[in-house]
């Protein structure tokens, strides 16, 4: 865009969202396309004026044939200061972008959290059952005994859930080729096995996705947390015969996720017609130690988490009672 508001040039997104050609686009003055044109106008002459070198606002954009549409727009300088970039993001997509970013910050913190946490609790876990031992050989009384063994079966069961946290950190992460429906279909028969009865799975693949470097142990272990997951959310729906898990594959096209966009990239889902996400937890539930079950340990979701961003992937769940789909993006070369 010319410094004064005229179209140098617009791309094919632009005209269908106006509903107008290119042609007609360009050389026009495109705060006419706004609502209110003279915010873009302000932007503009800040930015002649050198005020700032990258500009965020909120405004509506009329089209031809609908209704204004609202959008976030991003005002940059070129090195050319007689031209200036303006993109423009529909709200909804922006805050998906948002919404992915904290989920990426998220997951780093989660990461440091866990091992820094998992460390300092690993050292005077040892000492405190090494303790107990030696305490223990020094008792006579069976009744004192039964206090020592109390103490030592309650630290291995911490350290039992220290290795959990640590796990992924420990495992190098071996890339080899992976056909994803061999990877499903190992899920499937395990949940198969653990409930045999009152739960339907539904397998629905897209064949022709060839394989693709990865992880497949890593990837196996992440489906099967979710899957667990939700057939835990499926228990009441499982004893009346009614539960329904849904294993489903595509491939997306010219996606954009992480700030980055790419031609293609793996679409997984596995979806359940239970009760929902619970809303107290429902932005919380990639956090360690979040479990909406009692005795759950909270650590299923966080480790797909972690395993899917290896993949330099991303994964998001939509909740609502009776469909809850966790989606599970991984970008493929």
């Not at 500009?55 to 007689?82: G, K, S």
């Not at 091992?115 to 006579?140: C, D, S, T, W, Y």
């Not at 990837?219 to 835990?232: D, P």
């Amino acid at each position: 865009m010319h410094g004064d508001g005229t179209v140098l040039f617009a791309n094919a997104a632009l005209e269908d969202a106006l509903g107008i050609s290119r042609r007609a686009i360009v050389g026009s003055h495109f705060s006419d396309s706004f609502t209110e044109p003279t915010h873009l106008q302000n932007a503009l002459q800040g930015a002649g004026s050198h005020e700032f070198s990258a500009l965020r606002y909120d405004a509506w954009l009329r089209r031809l044939t609908y209704d204004p549409l609202p959008v976030h727009v991003i005002v940059t300088l070129t090195e050319n200061e007689d031209e200036i970039i303006v993109e423009l993001l529909p709200l909804e997509q922006q805050a998906r972008q948002d919404r992915e970013e904290r989920l990426a910050e998220q997951a780093q913190a989660n990461k440091e959290l866990i091992r820094n946490l998992a460390h300092e609790i690993k050292n005077p876990l040892g000492g405190i059952r090494g303790a107990a031992q030696l305490l223990e050989m020094e008792m006579e009384s069976r009744e004192l005994i039964e206090y020592t063994q109390v103490i030592i079966h309650e630290a291995d069961r911490l350290q039992s859930l220290v290795d959990r946290l640590l796990a992924p950190h420990r495992r190098p992460h071996l890339v080899g080729d992976v056909n994803i429906h061999e990877v499903f279909e190992r899920v499937r028969a395990l949940i198969s096995v653990e409930f045999s009865k009152g739960l339907t799975v539904v397998r629905d693949y897209d064949t022709s996705i060839p394989e693709f470097r990865g992880d497949r142990e890593h990837l196996i272990q992440t489906v099967l947390n979710i899957a667990q997951n939700a057939c835990q959310a499926l228990a009441e729906k499982i004893t009346e015969g009614q539960a329904c898990l849904t294993f489903r594959t595509r491939i997306a096209r010219q996606v954009t996720f992480g700030k980055k966009r790419y031609r293609l990239a793996l679409e997984l889902h596995v979806i359940d017609n239970g009760p929902g996400v619970p809303d107290s937890i429902r932005d919380r539930i990639f956090y360690p130690l979040v479990s909406g079950r009692d005795g759950g340990s909270g650590l299923g979701l966080t480790l797909a988490q972690t395993f899917v961003q290896q993949h330099h992937g991303l994964i998001e769940c939509d909740s609502v009672p009776g469909h809850t789909d966790f989606k599970i993006l991984i970008p493929l070369p």
